[in-house]
């Protein structure tokens, strides 16, 4: 049973650039959250896709952008990037409908993440 | 803004020891809460969620939550060196428009030192 996926693990780019992150949930999961994790912080919620559509979005500007394809899928975009954006950015994925195991649903299992250096 | 806090850290603590981690959160209405773990360079990894007040136990790790005081704590009994990680507390946003929004606390390094 394949653990939640994303590409590419590192990734070096310079101001201005656009970038498109990858991400692949978990078997049997068809919610896909994204967050940022700045060095030494927690992770910041960035928004999150159930359906094809943005369900809900953190505090980030629209530079930050998804997309979920009907394979529950995700990619993440940010356009015009900046020095600050430079950090670890987390997929984690979740069961929508419940499971069998009481609470499982809203448990977010997260992938090794994108280490996105901005130069 | 909604915000969850955890002590600050670092933590050191001889191995065999037990290790006790605490978190409060601000937003009254949460209803779910995760522990996850983070090895240097790695992603979080989930050790345990707990909704109901009271402990919950998992092996050498017990998760103690107080909606009252909005108040949750992990401890690790007989804390091992491969403990040594950040220790990330995370809340599920309440409400009827939450559809699964995790606000952490900036984590706890625990160094188990042998």
Known sequence: ?119 | QKEVEQNSGPLSVPEGAIASLNCTYSDRGSQSFFWYRQYSGKSPELIMFIYSNGDKEDGRFTAQLNKASQYVSLLIRDSQPSDSATYLCAVKDAGGTSYGKLTFGQGTILTVHP
Do not use: M
Not at chain 1, 22 to 41: E, F, I, M
Not at chain 1, 60 to 82: M, T
């Open chain 1, 1 to 119: 049973d394949a653990g939640v996926t994303q590409s590419p693990t590192h990734l070096i780019k310079t101001r201005g650039q656009q970038v498109t992150l990858r991400c692949s949930p978990k078997s049997g999961h068809d919610t896909v959250s994204w967050y940022q994790q700045a060095l030494g912080q927690g992770p910041q919620f960035i928004f999150q896709y159930y359906e094809e559509e943005e369900r809900q979005r953190g505090n980030f500007p629209d530079r930050f952008s998804g997309h979920q394809f009907p394979n529950y899928s995700s990619e993440l975009n940010v356009n015009a990037l900046l020095l600050g954006d430079s950090a670890l950015y987390l997929c984690a994925s979740s069961p929508l409908a419940p499971s069998s195991a009481s609470g499982r649903r809203e448990t977010q299992y997260f992938g090794p993440g994108t280490r996105l250096l901005v130069l």
